[in-house]
């Protein structure tokens, strides 16, 4: 606020100003103290009872860009780090000595929130504008993959449903890998072939989120 004080009278009187010149716009002045300037600051009573208060505007958000995966969505649009957590909780119900339906119910939740997740990022690329999917760029990513990403294939999805068992798979293949490579050494034995079934019933149940 000085050295808008000092450059004032040159500027007034057109004047050459030798000093630092800033231009603030769009400021507010509030004043202070009224008729009774000894009730306010020593430093407020210097600036003549008066405040500048800097515009205050919301962030300019760039929009964040999603790509859509070019050979598989497990591999490239998920990022394990993302699911670190809900697979640690897996594995301590998995751990569990105690085997009752609190613990089951606690295990299949714990699977469905990951599935619901995996559902958030399909949907972000399905909000991409529809036909992305035609462009050569894509042209290893399998046709049902395509169709279970791409907008330009909703009916398609709508009045077919051979896409959605490798779909299924997939997803299963990448629960049960997820969870190995999350937990590492510590990780219990999965036998696909009995957790694939378990993992399909319970995407099933998330159909109307990741189907």
Partial sequence: MTRQKLHGKPRKNNQHY???????????????????????????????????LLESLPPILK??????????????????????????????????????????????????????????????????????????????????????LDQAYKDTRQQQTDWQEDIKTALARWLSNSYKTTQGDKALSIDDDRYKPHFIRLIDECEAAIL
């Fill in 18 to 52: 030798h000093g630092e010149l800033a231009e603030i716009y769009s400021l507010t002045v509030v004043g202070f103290g009224g008729t009774k300037p000894q009730n306010i600051s020593v430093l407020n009573n210097q600036n003549g009872g008066t405040a500048y």
């Fill in 63 to 148: 929009k964040r860009s999603i790509n859509p995966p070019k050979n598989n969505f497990f591999s490239n649009s998920l990022r394990l780090k993302d699911f670190q957590e809900d697979f640690d909780q897996l594995h301590k119900q998995l751990s569990s000595d105690t085997n009752n339906i609190h613990v089951r119910n606690k295990r299949d939740w714990l699977i469905k929130n990951i599935i619901y997740q995996v559902a958030d990022k399909l949907w972000q690329i399905r909000f991409l504008d529809a036909g992305w999917s035609t462009s050569d760029n894509y042209q290893n990513l399998s046709p049902q993959q395509k169709t279970w």
